[in-house]
Each structure stands twice: as C-alpha cells, then as structure tokens.
C-alpha cells in the first residue's frame, strides 16, 4: 500500500482566496509530481520534483506553484482561487520503476 | 510529440465475460508502458508495466497486457471480469525508466460490469 497522503480531499472556496493542497510521503522518493485531472479526462502533469530545492513545471500550463523544502513534503499553492482551477488535483512520488498516487485533492472554486 | 489513444471512453462486460481494453501509443523511441486502474474517490493504482523483455506482462488482479511494436499497442486484458473490476483504466506511456514519474495518460476508459 502506497504511504502517500493529500490533504484537503475536498475543499470548496470562494474566487480570490489562497489555497494550499498538501502532499507528503512516507517512502523517502526523492521524486515527487503534481498532475491535475478534469472529470472524464486525462491526467496532465503540471509540477515535478526531483528532490529538494528543485522544482520544474510540467507539460501543462498552471497558474499553481510548488515548494519543496523536505523531502516527504511537496505542497502546491494557488494564491487567487478562479473557477478555472476547478478540478482534481493528484499527488505522487515514484521510486523503482513505479508511480505511487495519493487519493487526490478535488478543489471547486464558486 | 509523445501521445496515448484509448479509442474505447465507456465499455460494459458481463460478469464473468473477458476483457480486453485497447491502447495506442505515440513515440518515438522504446515506450516504457503502464496501465494504471483508478477507482471512484481513489488515486491511481499500477496494474503492470512494460519496460523491456518479454512482450507479454502480468498484471496485479489478473490482469495482463501485450506489447505489440509494429501495431504500437499496449492492450490489457482480463479473461473473467469481476464486479470489482467497474473502474476507471488509464494507459500511460514514460519515457525512460529514469522518468517513471512524467507519464502521458490517455483519456481513460471507463469499465461498466453487468451482473
């Protein structure tokens, strides 16, 4: 079982508001990622990690940012909530040849 | 450009019936291959993967999966579906083992099983 865990699950918020989405790990994967998923869609990776201090944007385009300043912590950041960023958000870490998912933060922004 | 075509967005099987879900991919050099299962409410979870070596792999529940170069397919496959089965399935293709983590998902098939 994976020991990668997200929190809020689920969060509704006003536009305008700051929010933070929290990931940590408990398997010390120095590789960490951020991927969002729409309903029906597929999942686009926005950030990446590969350890501490070093963080990349991914193929999708986000207005989120990201920090990592402990290796089993990668928090992601949205500083004004818009309901374009309505959707789930889906943490992850891999070692050994293997992706590991937490259960997903689902964020709607009114 | 690297993509995933899952050509099938909905399929229904009767409990007991065989499954095989379809996937293509786009790459240019060797694929490194994932199927990955995603239940409601749930993260992702790896049902096999396709590095390298024998082109057929198993899977976790079952499940198994062929990698076929010259059709660019990565098909998964089960030959008795269970109830439990009824989930979201997402091919995703890497591009190294290096980068196991910067996956191109396709959109996903959603698994419907009939009693």
């Known amino acids: 079982e994976a020991d990668i865990y997200q929190t809020p699950r689920y969060l509704v918020i006003g536009t305008g508001k700051k929010i933070t989405l929290e990931c940590s790990q408990t398997m010390g994967h120095d590789k960490m990622y951020w991927y969002q998923q729409d309903p029906g869609m597929e999942l686009h990776l926005i950030h990446y990690?590969?350890?501490?201090?070093?963080?990349e944007k991914g193929d999708l385009s986000s207005e989120s940012t990201v920090s990592r300043i402990r290796t089993e912590h990668f928090p992601l950041t949205l500083e004004s909530a818009r309901p374009s960023h309505t959707s789930q958000y889906l943490c992850?870490?891999?070692?050994?040849?293997?992706?590991?998912f937490g259960e997903g933060s689902r964020l709607t922004v009114l | 450009a690297q993509s995933v075509t899952q050509p099938d967005i909905h399929i229904t099987v009767s409990e007991g019936a065989s499954l095989e879900l379809r996937c293509n991919y786009s790459y240019g050099a060797t694929p490194y291959l994932f199927w990955y299962v995603q239940s409601p409410g749930q993260g992702l979870q790896l049902l096999l993967k396709?590095?390298?070596?024998?082109?057929l792999v198993q899977g976790i529940k079952g499940f198994e999966a062929e990698f076929k170069r010259s059709q660019s397919s990565f098909n998964l496959r089960k030959p008795s579906v269970h109830w439990s089965d009824a989930a979201e399935y997402f091919c995703?293709?890497?591009?190294?083992?290096?980068?196991?983590?910067?996956?191109?998902f396709g959109q996903g098939t959603t698994l419907q099983v009939k009693p």
């Open positions: 995703a293709v890497g591009a190294g083992s290096s980068n196991t983590g910067k996956l191109i």
């Open positions: 990690s590969y350890g501490v201090n070093s963080t």
């Open positions: 396709y590095f390298s070596g024998d082109t």
């Open positions: 992850a870490s891999s070692g050994l040849g293997e992706l590991f």
